[in-house]
């Protein structure tokens, strides 16, 4: 099953209280990640506070088409999270883990 967002609640500045469908839930500060032009409007705190859940996609949306993947927003959130180390080099967010060895 695909990971998604199930609840989202705006606090303040660039963060946001987000539980997933996987039962992790922690708070995500994106105060530093907002680079690049598609993300220019969202440097505005009043424009980020209009971030929502949608339901239908399961992640934060923001007005003109601007979302997070859920996966990126689990790894904002948990980044040290010793028991979700191997999703995020799955998905390419740390260096992949070396094989055990003998």
Do not use: I
């Not at 708070?27 to 971030?51: M, S, T, Y």
């Not at 007005?63 to 180390?85: M, S, T």
Request: hydrophobic fraction near 40%; avoid cysteine; glycine fraction near 10%.
């Amino acid at each position: 099953m695909p990971l998604r967002l199930t609840r989202a609640s705006y606090l303040d500045g660039y963060r946001f209280s987000v539980v997933f469908s996987d039962g992790h839930s922690g708070v995500v500060d994106l105060k530093d990640r907002l680079q690049g032009p598609v993300f220019l409007p969202l440097q505005n705190q009043a424009v980020f506070a209009q971030g929502t859940l949608d339901p239908e996609v399961g992640t934060l949306v923001w007005p003109g088409g601007v979302d997070l993947a859920p996966e990126y927003l689990l790894f904002r959130a948990l980044p040290n999270a010793p028991e979700l180390q191997q999703k995020y080099a799955e998905w390419g967010y740390v260096p992949r883990l070396a094989p055990a060895g003998p």
